[in-house]
């Protein structure tokens, strides 16, 4: 386990997470639902997100080093576009109206909703290929997989209790775009040290 690893995943899963979808959705749901089972859901759901991760990254860390670094530096790429799609697309009424309906449930139901809509909004998305990407260049998908929880425990913690505050504050779309850039600079980078 390497420390500085860990706080570098931290660092990049936290930035690029901060201007996401699924910061707002912490916020409406943390809103709207129990903050304490908003967490748990969420938490659980970053956690089997992350096993996923570090296991695709692990498995595809044993692919020859050239190919490897220009498939990352490529997966970069893309995790930049969808950023830049993510700046351009508005998601927040629809998450409104979900946690909206399961506010008067209890306990199970509402650590449910947040669990799903968690699970689904972070399935296939930048930062889990971000994290699959770092386990896979780094060969060290523990490091990798704690500091990439971490982040997101963070984000997540963020938007359930400081969300609306935060969020006023920040303007999400200047770090959207700083988070974008980083995740081109990782890729160029990854592709330029393969050729």
Do not use: C, W
Not at 32 to 56: D, E, M, N, W, Y
Not at 63 to 82: K, M, N, W
Request: net charge positive.
């Amino acid at each position: 386990m390497h420390y500085s690893l860990i706080a570098a995943t931290f660092g990049i899963i936290f930035l690029a997470e901060l201007p996401d979808k699924t910061m707002i959705s912490s916020v409406i749901m943390g809103s709207k639902l129990v903050p304490q089972r908003v967490f748990i859901g969420a938490s659980l759901a970053f956690l089997l997100q992350v096993i996923l991760a570090v296991t695709v990254g692990g498995l595809v860390a044993r692919v020859p080093r050239r190919p490897l670094d220009l498939t990352v530096g490529f997966v970069f790429l893309i995790g930049a576009g969808l950023i830049l799609r993510e700046i351009l697309k508005n998601t927040v009424q629809e998450e409104e109206s979900l946690a909206k309906s399961a506010s008067r449930e209890g306990f199970l139901p509402q650590v449910l909703l947040a669990f799903g809509v968690t699970f689904i909004g972070e399935f296939g998305d930048l930062t889990q290929i971000a994290t699959a990407n770092l386990a896979a260049k780094t060969a060290d998908p523990l490091s990798v997989g704690i500091g990439s929880y971490l982040g997101l425990l963070a984000i997540t913690t963020l938007g359930i209790y400081f969300g609306s505050r935060v969020l006023s504050k920040v303007p999400v779309k200047a770090v959207q775009l700083f988070s974008m850039l980083i995740m081109t600079a990782l890729g160029l980078f990854s592709i330029t040290t393969a050729l």
